[in-house]
C-alpha cells in the first residue's frame, strides 16, 4: 500500500532551527511536495522536489532521497507564525497525491 | 498570482438539504480542480478531481450522486452536496491547477467549513 509517515507533533523555540521529516512509500513516484496549513486555513504550497537534494527558499529548505523514500523540512530562524501543520505529500506514478496526516510544529518564545 | 476562492467560507444547514459550494480561479485558468474534504486533526481526503467540461472522476467510497461536482469553466467549479447529513459535516477545500502536467502546484483555495444540524 501507499503510505505517509511523518511526526504527529514537534516542538521549537523561536529563533532556532528544526526538521520536520517525511518518509513514503508510493506505487512509483513523481515528486513531493510540502504545504503549511494553519488552524482551520487551507494549504499554502512551500516546496516541490523530485530529485535529490537540498532546495533552498529563503528560511525554508527542502531536501529529498529517492533512493530511501525520505524527505525533510527545515525551517530556520523560526517565529511566532511558523506555529502550523506541516503537511508533506508524495506523488505517485498516477500522478495523484498522497498526504499525510501532518506535523503540527509549536513554536515557543 | 495563483489565487484560488471559495465561496461561502461557512455554512450551517438543517439535515437533508443541499449545500453548494464554489470554487474559481480568480487570476489563471484551472485546467483541473480537485476537491478534498478535511476532518478536524486528519490529512486532506482527495473526493474528486475535475477537469473543465468532462465529467468528475470521484475517489473510490466518494458518492458521486450525493457529491455533485460541476466543472463548467476554466475558472469555477462547484461542489453540491445534496441531502445533507450530520456525519458531512467537515471541512471542505478546493485546489486547482493550472497546465496540464499532474506535477503542477496546486493552488487551495480558503476552504468551507460545513456544519449539517
Redesign the interface.
Known amino acids: 500500500g501507499q503510505n505517509i509517515d511523518q511526526p504527529t507533533e514537534m516542538t521549537a523555540t523561536e529563533g532556532a532551527i528544526v526538521q520536520i521529516n517525511c518518509t513514503y512509500q508510493t506505487s512509483g513516484f513523481n515528486g513531493l511536495f510540502w504545504y503549511q496549513q494553519h488552524a482551520g486555513e487551507a494549504p499554502t504550497f512551500l516546496s516541490y522536489n523530485v530529485l535529490d537534494g537540498l532546495e533552498e527558499k529563503g528560511r525554508f529548505s527542502s531536501f529529498l532521497s529517492r533512493s530511501k523514500g525520505y524527505s525533510y523540512l527545515l525551517l530556520k530562524e523560526l517565529q511566532m507564525k511558523d506555529s502550523a501543520s506541516y503537511l508533506c505529500a508524495a506523488m505517485d506514478s498516477n500522478y495523484q497525491l498522497i498526504w499525510g496526516a501532518g506535523t503540527k510544529l509549536i513554536i515557543k518564545p | 498570482g495563483a489565487v484560488v476562492s471559495q465561496h461561502p467560507s461557512w455554512v450551517i444547514c438543517k439535515s437533508g438539504t443541499s449545500v453548494k459550494i464554489e470554487c474559481r480561479s480568480l487570476d489563471f485558468q484551472a485546467t483541473t480542480m480537485f476537491w478534498y474534504r478535511q476532518f478536524p486533526k486528519?490529512?486532506?481526503?482527495?473526493m474528486a478531481t475535475s477537469n473543465e467540461g468532462s465529467k468528475a472522476t470521484y475517489e473510490q467510497g466518494v458518492e458521486k450522486d450525493k457529491f455533485l461536482i460541476n466543472h463548467a469553466s476554466l475558472t469555477l467549479s462547484t461542489l453540491t452536496v445534496t441531502s445533507a447529513h450530520p456525519e458531512d459535516s467537515s471541512f471542505y477545500?478546493c485546489s486547482a491547477r493550472e497546465g496540464k502536467e499532474?506535477?503542477e502546484?496546486?493552488?487551495?483555495?480558503?476552504?468551507t467549513r460545513l456544519l449539517v444540524l
Do not use: D, N
Request: glycine fraction near 14%; charged fraction near 0%; hydrophobic fraction near 40%.
Open positions: 486528519q490529512s486532506l481526503m482527495l477545500i499532474a506535477t502546484t496546486q493552488y487551495f483555495g480558503p476552504g
